[in-house]
Structures are given as structure tokens and as C-alpha cells.
């Protein structure tokens, strides 16, 4: 999976540039335009793969992949904000159109992403569409520990998601270790089940 340049690093780094790039967007660039930067693979890249902030080892380098979004949500909810609440749309509805920005949103445990209803279904699908490609990284994430984690153990937006859009929360923790596929079907299941509408673009 490609991922921009800059979110591999040392945690300070990443924070730096990306606060850099947030000013951008800040001043009128679109998020895809802030965010630009040489692509590579992230199986080529050395260390974890953090979805969250937290206490991963601040002496190597690790790909940051939550740190643009981190920090744009911290600018949306901060005490005196710097970024409007319109900003949460624009960036998601852009982000979500790249695997690193469906991936960098994955590990939002406050629901920031997930607020809106209008985004539950282009996140779900987006995942849907995407995770071989994230799982196929192996057991490389983290959630903000230095122990790394399969990538199921660390999916709090899409978790919210489907159980926004009707999944159980009982039926999440006993498919969750079998992967998003087995989650999605199950979500699709129950809809039909209640009489609700499948997935836009579905019907």
C-alpha cells in the first residue's frame, strides 16, 4: 500500500510536517493538495504502523499513518479551534477517496470521523473495498503501544460504523477476529433481515 513520505518517521517529525500541511489546508489547499507528497510502500518501510497517538517508542521511526488526521481533529475540537466544523466533511470525503487516508482514519477511538451519519456508509464500503490490501501488512499495526496488533484489533472507526448502520454489538466482537469481509456480510444480513435499505449503490 502507498502512503505519502512525511508520515514516516519519528513521532515529533510527523507531527511536525503534519501540522505544516494542516496550515496549508488551513489556507486554502484542498486536503488531497496539502497532503501531497511522494508515495511508497509501506511494506518497504521499517516498524509499526500506527493508526493512534500513544506511547509508541519515540527512538525509531514508525509510519504515523493517524498523525494528519490526528492533528486536524485536535485543530476541529481544540479549546479555541483553528479549523471549522465544515472542515470534517471536506477532509473525510477527500481522504476517503485514497487506501492511507481510509487506513490513517481506522484507529479513531473518539468517533471524530464517524460523527456524521453521512459518512458511515462511504467508510464501511471504503474499508470493504480496501482491507486485503491493509491486512495483507500483517500483524504490523498499532494502536498506540509498542506491541504490534493484527489490524482487526485496532478498526475503532469502521467498529462504530457498522454498528451505527445496525450490526450488534455482540455480533461485532464475535466476528471482528474473522475480519471486515465477515463483518460486512453479517451487517448486509441483518439490514435485510430489518427491512433497510442496502448500501448506497447496492440497490
Known amino acids: 500500500m502507498l502512503v505519502p513520505r512525511f508520515v514516516h518517521g519519528l513521532t515529533r517529525d510527523v507531527k511536525k510536517e503534519s501540522l505544516r500541511r494542516i496550515r496549508l489546508f488551513q489556507k486554502g489547499a484542498t486536503w488531497a493538495e496539502a497532503m501531497a507528497d511522494e508515495l511508497v510502500d509501506v511494506a518497504t518501510l521499517p516498524g509499526l504502523v500506527v493508526l493512534a497517538l500513544g506511547h ?22 481544540r479549546v479555541r479551534p ?7 466533511s471536506s477532509i473525510f470525503f477527500d481522504a476517503v ?5 481510509v487506513l490513517g482514519m481506522l484507529g479513531d477511538s473518539t468517533g471524530t ?18 482491507w486485503d490490501e491493509f491486512s495483507a501488512l500483517g500483524d504490523r499495526y498499532s494502536g498506540g503501544s509498542q506491541a504490534p496488533r493484527p489490524l482487526w484489533f485496532v478498526s475503532s472507526a469502521s467498529s ?3 454498528c451505527a448502520l445496525g450490526l450488534s454489538p455482540e455480533d461485532l466482537q464475535a466476528l471482528m477476529p474473522q475480519g471486515f469481509h465477515a463483518l460486512y456480510r453479517r451487517l448486509l444480513e441483518v439490514r435485510a433481515a430489518q427491512g433497510l435499505p442496502p448500501p448506497p449503490g447496492d440497490g
Open 97 to 101: 477517496q485514497t487506501p492511507w487516508g
Open 160 to 162: 462504530y460504523a457498522l
Open 113 to 130: 470521523w464517524m460523527r456524521l451519519e453521512a459518512h458511515h456508509w462511504p467508510y464501511v464500503q471504503a474499508v470493504e473495498r480496501h
Open 56 to 77: 509508541t517508542t519515540v527512538y525509531e521511526p514508525q509510519t504515523h499513518i493517524y498523525s494528519p488526521f490526528h492533528w486536524a481533529d485536535d485543530a476541529i475540537w
Open 82 to 88: 483553528t479549523l471549522p466544523m465544515s472542515a470534517l
